[in-house]
T-cell receptor, first 109, second 113 residues
Framework: GQNIDQPTEMTATEGAIVQINCTYQTSGFNGLFWYQQHAGEAPTFLSYNVLDGLEEKGRFSSFLSRSKGYSYLLLKELQMKDSASYLCAVMDSNYQLIWGAGTKLIIKP | IAGITQAPTSQILAAGRRMTLRCTQDMRHNAMYWYRQDLGLGLRLIHY???????GKGEVPDGYSVSRANTDDFPLTLASAVPSQTSVYFCASSDGSSYNEQFFGPGTRLTVL
């Protein structure tokens, strides 16, 4: 079956760095997405990786290792507004997104 | 309209009633999707449409139907609601390219009693 695993919840301090991991087993791979979802709101796109390596976009970076079925989202200089759930999703061989349950990130002052 | 809109925002429904959730996008995206999101679970695909006139079943299609008469609209119908369909429903769209970033509507919170 298809499976996306990520931690349920993480806590970090304002100004610090946090890494959210995602491991996956899917039927085919056509890219990995990270989305941010604030409580009560819709998911919004953060990043897309299809090749191995690191993609950097401001305070957020995303890494992919296809051979290991592994990705992480790195958030730097954490701000209170970064408190949200972070969703990992893999596009399978049918070009459909398979979603993890999300990681709730709590930022403390 | 800017992006994707959904209606209603929330609804409380008696079991056995019929309900249609509406979704409209103005981005001229080919592909549209309906997901449900439940606590502790990832987004689960209910139905999708790769282009107007075509639809397909996702991971959890039972009890739901969709239609795609035109590019902009993608309504989701619950023919006879049951309590297990209590959830938050998100509509999404993408341009259908291999990149396939999906844009989400604000969601509909549905409670079936």
């Amino acid at each position: 079956g298809q499976n996306i695993d990520q931690p349920t919840e993480m806590t970090a301090t304002e100004g610090a760095i946090v890494q959210i991991n995602c491991t996956y087993q899917t039927s085919g791979f056509n890219g990995l997405f990270w989305y941010q979802q604030h409580a009560g709101e819709a998911p919004t796109f953060l990043s897309y990786n299809v090749l191995d390596g690191l993609e950097e976009k401001g305070r957020f970076s995303s890494f992919l290792s296809r051979s290991k079925g592994y990705s992480y989202l790195l958030l730097k200089e954490l701000q209170m507004k970064d408190s949200a759930s972070y969703l990992c999703a893999v596009m399978d061989s049918n070009y459909q997104l398979i979603w993890g349950a999300g990681t709730k990130l709590i930022i403390k002052p | 309209i800017a992006g994707i809109t959904q209606a209603p925002t929330s609804q409380i429904l008696a079991a056995g009633r019929r309900m249609t959730l509406r979704c409209t996008q103005d981005m001229r995206h080919n592909a549209m999707y309906w997901y449900r999101q439940d606590l502790g679970l990832g987004l689960r695909l209910i139905h999708y449409s790769n282009t107007a006139g075509t639809t397909g079943k996702g991971e959890v299609p039972d009890g739901y139907s969709v239609s795609r008469a035109n590019t902009d609209d993608f309504p989701l119908t619950l023919a006879s609601a049951v309590p297990s369909q209590t959830s938050v429903y998100f509509c999404a769209s993408s341009d259908g390219s291999s990149y396939n970033e999906q844009f989400f509507g604000p969601g509909t919170r549905l409670t079936v009693l």
